[in-house]
């Protein structure tokens, strides 16, 4: 508790009141994990503390409305409030950052798009508590003077909810929100579009005014979240982002709320995760994990031995060769003479060390800039990476536009996820040329399988296909598009067994070609 | 036999029945019966295949999507929000901008509102003859673009169109008014038999109009 | 005794048991009270007469946990609890587990069975089960499940047992338990790394243990076990030795503890508790979400998940196996004795959330890819039950929005049963479906 020595006497019969009152509101929202909650002097009514999820009361407005309405009312009505949140809408953060992009995606606008997805996420936590638990969240709302906005939302809880709550009726702004299905979690994000459609004019008229003043429960921050549900929260949104830009503007718009989970893993991510470019690399490796594969088994395979594995009573029809008299008594009887059993042992077999990979990324101007839009180049390069590195092996980047005037960076063999998706980023947009000499000579260097994925437009094209048909590696060629420069690849495949070329019309497939050819290197199951 | 439930024998449930449970069964249910409607008319339409804007053939379309919504109770929101079940895909995986806008415009023509809104900006394609045959004493306000024959036939009602619409707009109109406040297509007033257009801004051609007036930022531009 | 003394006992023995002997941070929260989730259902296990897995590392106190609840629960001394211990190595003999031949009458043609102290003590505990061979463990379990040991061509019947059984990590590389044997056991739990300050405080209380030995009482238990008497005589000579221990802990420690007569009491208490309707709505939610397919009728091990299946954000799509009928018994069980030991009058969802991971942790065989995805997360349990937790969650979330619709759906099922003509509510949950195929119709 804060400062319990400042807090006037009142309070403390709160403190006491509070006690009371928890357990019943925990039995209503059907027990949820969350501790006692605490009063405080600042911030919304009605918040939640990070980490330890723990709700906080702020006083002076319960002693505000307190001469309004009897205090236990109050109290019940903000439990409601903050119980519903955390038990029905958004229950995670992953659900909450799929709101708030998809308010933003329509509204543009940040502020405007948070005020939005929270007022949604109020309305559906709000019914939930009032049609499911027997909130008195109603009586809450009766009292105390409204913002525009409240007013406007009051009035669709009359509507919705059947009940007088004393206002202003205002059937004209509410009649698009009355027939959205707010408590069928499987539409929300229709549903939030339907909202934000109803609501957009009164959002853009009070968009002056502070978050706070805009209703009475304020704003929801991000802040709550822990980083267990952050890591996983940014897969989910990864893999429903519409583009890189739209994971970025999010994410930077965040930052300072959302507490990076490359931040505490020590995966060298910085402040970075608000620089777009950090963001985009960040993306893209969330993106990935959506695509992991399940981690190889050490192959076991008969030993060819008998080994003497366990005992069990001897019967008189059963060899003499395997008694055991140790364990005998020394007595030849069936039933305490004890006789081995034996099994072919189970070894490991062999070992083969998994080979480093080498992916390499046409980042010319004819590909997609990982940047503005999704890049299933980059995410199939990562998804090998990922793979690879998975199987305790390390993969070098090389990645290209006019290599030899200097357009191409190269990552030598590493095991840092975020180098190797900073270097897999990287766009250069110009011209397409494959510095020969020095690809062969990290080809050679630990013989790692290679990845290719291009568009075929690489003017010295032949060059490149003859040297690569004369290495051992293993190479994957995966070209987008239907371009002339394939055909010769794919002539020098038919020569040579290690190298295997896929064209893909969707791009959409690359990240599943590149886990296609990892699985068969690696054996998978 | 055991009943395995009966220890729900006694269940009385403590939930409330909100009329919002009401409210959004009722949308539903005309959501359904305008996507019932609307598989109709593109059953009939598509019998020859391809889909062509002729004269008989929209004046036919236009017939069948007024006695397909005979039967079905709706309102002005409920026009909106199938526009978007439209664009969506999802729920009728076969927009056909023709023969939608058409329907579209029996729905509003038929509409008990006199006046209409259509909050489109969010959607991601455009809806053809929007304010088609718009009758005398109704407006239609689309909020966000339209696509080609906006306000075509139309018959004295009133179309605004916040953004821009394509081409043809206006064609065959008898009377009433047409605003739009960014940019049309070519063939604007095509046929134009009364009534006026107003463009806010850029109108990319004029078609032939025998009467009627066209104007261009306030300034009178056709007929030429 | 009244129940309310019998639940006092207990958890004055937890607490001494948390403030004296097994240091260790609470990591479960039920009822707004804080605790330690090996203690706790270690002693759950201990009254309800259950079957526990401990893992962990070694040396974090997986098999001391047992020994400590055991020897207090059941009023032996240490001493004797760890001489009937059985310890598990791929050598371990039937004759070291359960009996051997009276070699000195063997020699005069009499076959007579010197029964071990592990059969015949209430208190089972098995070190490193998952290094015992599959038979072996295979027999133990057998045992425990009924409750009766047979060698040669005797037989002894044990009427009040408890199984703590340690391993290692249960993953991928080391496990050697294999599927049906783990799912005999109620749950598992994992003895955790208490801290750096708890574990520098155990080295300040090395002498923690000698507050359990009694080695005169030892001695004569030992006597009673060895002598060959009629099994009522010696059950209650056992337990006059152990009311002995009993009486000493109370005159030394102030420690009341409960003999036979009162954890047979206990147990009927427990077995009182009711449970209310929304934990048995919830239970059968996650039971349906655990054995449910679409398409094959149930989950099969042997049957892989269709791609695109409707059913696809549920757990019957990232599991392999079907959830086995041991798995609503031990739920029940232990949310019974939960909700008993914690006073709450009946079992409730949080009963049920609480021991749901460790019931189900060992059960769940999760896919490959599921395994993938996940075990990388930032987390402070073992995968297994870390992934056990993830899904009790879930289901939790699922059941919390539609909480009153499922007990609807079932109360209507209920009046259709019984031949009223309604139709069943239909809802986007397995749960929906399996009522519809208990009602025996068609979907």
Redesign the interface.
Known sequence: MNDNRERPEQSEDLEEMLQRLWPEVRRRHLYPELPLPRFDKSGSPVGMEIRNKQIILNVDYIEAMAQLLPVETILEALLDHGVSHYTCCPWDLATHLRLYARAKKILGDNDLARTAADLFMDVVADTHAVRERQSSLPQLYRSGARTPLEEVIFSLYEEIWGVDLGGKRNQDAVKRLVAIPYLDKRRWLASLTRFIRGIRPLLEETKSSSPDEQTRMGRHGFQQYAPEEIEQALREFARDADSPEEFAEVLEYLQNELESPCDKSGEDMGHGAGSPVEANRLYYMKLAENYALPLRKMPLKDSGHLHPHSHRPWEVCQPFQDLDPWSSFGKYLPGITQIWERREGLIYGKKEKTPNCLVIIDSSGSMVDPRSQLSYAVLGGGCAADAYLRHDASVAVYNFSDAPAGGREYLSFTRSRPLIYKVLCRYFGGGTALDVDEVTSVALEDDPDIFLITDMQITNLDQTVSRFSRLKNRVTAVHVGKKSGALRFIKASVKNKNISVFGVNDTNDIPRIVLGSVRNYLALE | MF???????D?L????N???DR??A???QIMGDLAAGYGKLVEQELKSLVWFVEHNRVIEAYKTATEVIKEVSYDA?SI??FC?VLD?GTDIPYLISGPAGIYIAALCNNADEDAIVL?LG?MKRTLHFLGYRLPYGKSLRVEGDAGNFTGSALQGGEVTVTGSTGDWAGAGMTEGKISIHKHCGRNTGEWMQGGEIWVGSRIRGLGRVASGQIYQAGEPVGPA | MENGTYRHTARKLYDFIQSNLYFNRPDLQVGGEQFNSTLLFSLLTALLGGKALIIGEPGLGKTTAAEYVGSLLYQLPAGTVWASEVSGHPEQTEEKIIGRPDLGKLNTGQEEVVWSHFVQLPVKIVDEINRLPETKQSMILDGVDRGNWEYLNEMILNDEYCLFATANYQDQGTNTIIAPLLDRFDVMVESRYPGPSYAFLISQRQEKEELLRHPDLERELQEVLKEKLPPEEKKSRLGAISESFGTYLQESLQLSTLDSASREKVRQHISAVGLDQDANAYARMLLAELSFCERHGQKRSSEVCEEGCHYTGYLCHRLRNCASNRLPVSLANYAKALAWFTDAGEVGIEEIRAVGPYCLAHRAQWTDTHLSLLQKDRRDDPLQIHLARQAISEVYQRYSEQAERVKAALANAYRIFQGEVLEPLAGDHPIYAEIRKDLNLEE
Do not use: I, V
Request: charged share 35%; aromatic share 14%.
């Open positions: 009943n395995p439930f009966e220890d729900f024998k269940f449930s403590k939930a409330k909100l009329p919002l409210l959004a009722a949308h539903d929101h909106e929000d978007y969506s909050r969010e």
